[in-house]
């Protein structure tokens, strides 16, 4: 049996676009208001009127007039799709501006669906939504439900009651919400039904299915026989899309960089369980600071290690804004991750507690926000015969492919440059006399320009300390190239 969870968005047409706390807004469609904020309500603006209305109550100076934008709507929706995503694989978009999550599966995880449900609401609350929610055994009921009064609530055991109190709340719906869904030929039933008499949802219930059918059509039919099924799923869960994408608008502007500190928090929340539900990390977040009337500004976060950690990319984050200077006229702030990559597993110990340990990589990306990109690199191996060449500096991460095993005992510390060893009566002296343990090892190598042939020795100091010395065959001479550990 499942259990569905609808959140209904009425004023999608006026949160999807940048908030005014200011002035009085209203959405308009075919001259027509279809949402308005609660200065333009409180003026008399109500849905239905025509644009006419709205200007004739409210002077002009005073009164934003926007007309409906599709294109946004669907991009928030794909958005919300996203940021649920974290909370059910389960999930489509529904009429345009409602989700539709299923969530009898998900019961075990989160125990209680009501705590669930506040949870979300709660959080669509804090992103500027107004969130209309409904539970029920399939999409159409828990859609019905969203425009029920009551908050629709049930408990997890679906019990006998909570089933009556939902065909209860079923009953009271007018008959007319049929004429509100996208697409219905529901205007001649439903007048039909209407002049009979029949004007709640729970009238219709009551008649035999075969009077319905005969009275008011196949379709009508057909959707009280989705209404009233117990089991209803999707044939595929939610397909993630490759990049992520979030944003929260604020209502004011922005002139301090630790006002976006608690927005930041939020929206990473969202990437991590996006991230988790589709087992992927990433080592790049963009942040962009959004301007009310178009255009933005960037901060670029990087992480040393692939990772979806909250609070890891937050301290980076607010590491970087201290550094970084606001421009004017934010209003809004957007997520944006492009590079992803499948989650690496990596053994942990059962008994242990990994968390006293600080990653080494949490640690270089610490000194990389507050020092600059450049202050810190990684000595890395490259193929080469001369030892003074095998070795360079990179900002980047060194490759995790094993390297080609050198034959005989080689340092991974070389000096900067070889130092000279003294030779006296057949003995080797630096710092002390020499005594060579292990050799040779002959490297040779640039014999197109100016030939290198060396003997490679491993000797120990007077203290007991490796080194590696080499002998230069053309002209006798010795050198300290490296120290082993």
């Known amino acids: 049996m499942s259990l569905w969870l609808c959140l209904r968005f009425p004023l999608l047409p006026l949160e999807c676009l940048p908030p005014d706390t200011e002035r009085a807004v209203a959405v308009v469609e075919s001259q027509r208001v279809i949402a308005a904020n609660e200065l333009a309500l409180s ?23 926007l007309s409906r934008d599709r294109n946004r709507e669907t991009q928030v929706i794909k958005q919300l799709l996203c940021w649920a995503y974290g909370f059910t694989p389960t999930l489509e978009a529904w009429h345009d501006n409602t989700l539709q999550l299923e969530v009898g599966s ?18 669509l609350v804090y992103r500027g939504f107004t969130v209309a929610s409904g539970l029920g055994p399939n999409r159409w009921t828990a859609w019905l439900l969203s425009h029920s009064n009551k908050e629709g609530h049930t408990n997890n055991r679906r019990s006998t009651e909570d089933g009556e109190n939902k065909r209860v709340e079923l009953a009271a719906i007018p008959l007319r919400i049929l004429l509100s869904i996208p697409g219905n030929d529901f205007q001649q039933s439903v007048e039909r039904l209407e002049k009979a008499g029949i004007k709640k949802l729970g009238q219709l219930l009551d008649l035999p299915p075969s ?38 608008w604020f209502g004011f502007e922005i002139r301090h960089s630790n006002e976006l500190q608690p927005a930041m928090e939020q929206l990473l929340e969202s990437l991590e369980g996006f991230l988790a539900s589709a087992q992927l990390t990433t080592t790049t977040i963009n942040w962009h600071m959004l301007r009310a009337q178009g255009g933005f500004q960037t901060l670029t976060v990087r992480s040393s290690e692939a990772h979806r950690s909250v609070e890891r990319w937050l301290k980076l984050s607010v590491l970087q804004l201290e550094h970084y200077s606001l421009e004017e006229n934010i209003e809004g702030l957007s997520l944006d991750v492009s590079e992803m990559q499948q989650e690496v597993m990596t053994e942990t110990d059962l008994f242990g507690d ?12 610490r000194l990389r926000a507050r020092l600059g990109l450049q202050a810190v690199q990684y000595l890395d191996l490259r193929e080469a015969h001369l030892p003074e060449f095998s070795q360079l500096l990179t900002q980047e991460q060194p490759a ?23 030779a006296w009566n057949d003995q080797l002296f630096w710092n002390g006399p020499l005594e060579l343990i292990y050799g040779p090892e002959r490297i040779e190598d640039n014999w197109w320009e100016q030939p290198i042939s060396r003997d490679y020795y491993v000797a120990r100091t007077e203290e007991g300390q490796p080194i590696w010395v080499f002998q230069n065959r053309h002209n006798q001479r010795w050198y300290v190239q490296g120290v082993l550990p």
């Not at 990994?354 to 990306?365: G, H, K, P, T, V």
């Open 354 to 365: 990994s968390r006293s340990n600080e990653s080494l990589y949490s640690l270089i990306d």
């Open 211 to 248: 009077n319905i059918a005969q009275r008011c059509g196949k379709s009508l039919y057909q959707w009280l026989q989705a209404l009233t099924a117990t089991n209803d799923r999707l044939a595929t869960d939610f397909l993630p899309p490759q990049q992520f994408k979030d944003s929260l």
């Open 106 to 123: 998900c019961l075990k995880l989160y125990r209680d669906v009501n705590r669930l449900n506040d949870i979300l609401k709660r959080k």
């Open 43 to 65: 003026a008399g603006i109500k849905p239905g009127q025509s644009s006419t209305t709205a200007r004739a109550l409210i002077e002009d100076g005073e009164l934003k007039l």
């Open 400 to 422: 995790t492919a094993p390297l080609r095993a050198y034959p005989g005992q080689r340092p991974f510390w070389l000096l900067e440059e070889p130092h000279p060893v003294r």
